[in-house]
């Protein structure tokens, strides 16, 4: 315009549906606070949208190994807080302190509205007659009232996808659920119980089963538990505790995320953009971790690990914009 030119430029991710998704790109992003106490470690880069004063805590023997990027026009040594005396390049080792070109949105992705499927009534998987039970590919895809299980279920699932909806799904003791077959398993319940030593999936690949949640309860995984699938919370707390642990994505809507004692979380991303999301004892997340705020504790660990492959998608997103669930999920 009368001789004088002007460019502006925007970059964007663009997932294989073609729109924008928010970035996964560090060990830890906290939309607030992030604190780091006792001798806790985030191994890889980590972030912040704040640029308010001393809202990113360093305790003495703890460290970010990596970059740390805090909120735009924000002042490293104002919102940066370590001990007295120290300097900063002490707690962000071979790394260094910079600034978001701009602040960054962790949408949620809308829940799916659950299928209707044909009633199969309450089942339980017990210790007479002798186990294993089985959810055969004949019995298809149903909605049960109550599945319990307490020994051995085996669900069949062919080469496609079995759909299992529970009203209160409950594996207690030693109850074991396998997946049998080449294809995956959807669940999508509204209770959950896990306790004892429990498992589900213990020795299939996380990207076969994918269980959807719509219960207010804390969805936990106590004690010797282990999940190997992704879950998708709609609003409830997680708390994964002592020895317990999930592998596979974990995405919630609820207001908390505790990780305690040893437990493990070997996820692609920890998306709880609502939560507050807190590390203690020696407990560990492997994949990248976003929270409303983040609080290390003890001998925790973040540490930013890529997945295998790029193909841990979770399906069925049911009316949620299907190319920003990909991109996330992917």
Same mark, same amino acid.
Request: net charge neutral; hydrophobic share 35%.
């Given at each position: 315009v009368k001789g004088v030119t002007e460019t502006?430029?925007?970059?964007? !991710?663009?997932?294989?549906?073609?729109?924008? #998704?928010?970035?996964?790109?560090?060990?830890? $992003?906290?939309?607030?606070? !992030?604190?780091?106490?006792?001798?806790?470690? !985030?191994?890889?880069?980590?972030?912040?949208?704040?640029?308010?004063?001393?809202?990113?805590? $360093?305790?003495?023997?703890?460290?970010?190994?990596?970059?740390?990027?805090?909120? =735009?026009?924000? &002042?490293?040594?104002?919102?940066?807080?370590? =001990?007295?005396?120290?300097? #900063?390049? %002490?707690?962000?080792?071979d790394g260094k302190v910079k600034n978001l070109p701009s602040t960054r949105s962790y949408p949620m992705p809308e829940f799916p509205t659950y299928p209707a499927l044909p009633n199969k009534g309450s089942y339980t998987a017990g210790w007479w007659p002798e186990p294993p039970y089985s959810?055969?590919?004949?019995?298809?895809? @149903?909605?049960?009232?109550?599945?319990?299980?307490e020994s051995t279920l085996n669900i069949y699932v062919g080469s496609g996808t079995r759909r299992i909806?529970?009203?209160?799904?409950?594996?207690?003791g030693s109850g074991k659920i396998n997946i049998i077959g080449s294809g995956n398993l959807i669940l999508y319940v509204d209770k959950f119980t896990l306790t004892g030593g429990s498992k589900v999936n213990e020795?299939?690949?996380?990207?076969?089963?994918? #269980?959807?949640? +719509?219960?207010?309860?804390?969805?936990? &995984? =106590?004690?010797?538990?282990? $999940?190997?699938?992704s879950v998708f919370a709609q609003r409830a707390s997680i708390d994964i505790g002592n020895s317990g642990g999930v592998?596979?994505? !974990?995405?919630?809507?609820?207001? %908390?995320?505790?990780?305690?004692?040893?437990a493990s979380a070997n996820v692609r991303v920890l998306y709880a953009?609502?939560?507050?999301?807190?590390?203690?004892? +020696?407990?560990?997340?492997?994949?990248?971790?976003? @929270?409303n705020t983040v609080r290390l504790e003890g001998d925790t660990k973040v540490v930013w690990q890529e997945p295998p492959d790029s193909q841990w998608g979770l399906p069925d997103f049911g009316s949620a914009p299907a190319s920003y669930a990909r991109g996330l999920w992917h």
């Open positions: 502006v430029r925007r970059s964007i !991710i663009l997932t294989p549906g073609g729109s924008a #998704m928010p970035p996964v790109d560090c060990a830890v $992003f906290s939309l607030g606070d !992030i604190t780091l106490t006792g001798s806790s470690k !985030i191994l890889g880069n980590a972030g912040t949208n704040t640029t308010a004063e001393g809202k990113v805590k $360093f305790a003495w023997s703890t460290a970010v190994d990596g970059d740390l990027s805090i909120g =735009p026009e924000g &002042v490293p040594s104002a919102v940066v807080s370590a =001990p007295k005396g120290c300097p #900063m390049d %002490e707690y962000v080792k959810i055969t590919e004949a019995d298809g895809d @149903g909605w049960y009232s109550k599945l319990t299980v909806r529970a009203d209160h799904l409950s594996i207690t020795n299939g690949s996380e990207k076969r089963l994918h #269980m959807y949640y +719509s219960g207010t309860d804390k969805l936990s &995984v =106590p004690g010797d538990t282990k $999940f190997r699938g592998t596979g994505h !974990i995405i919630t809507g609820g207001p %908390e995320v505790n990780i305690t004692g040893d953009p609502n939560a507050n999301v807190k590390l203690t004892g +020696s407990g560990k997340v492997r994949g990248a971790l976003i @929270g």
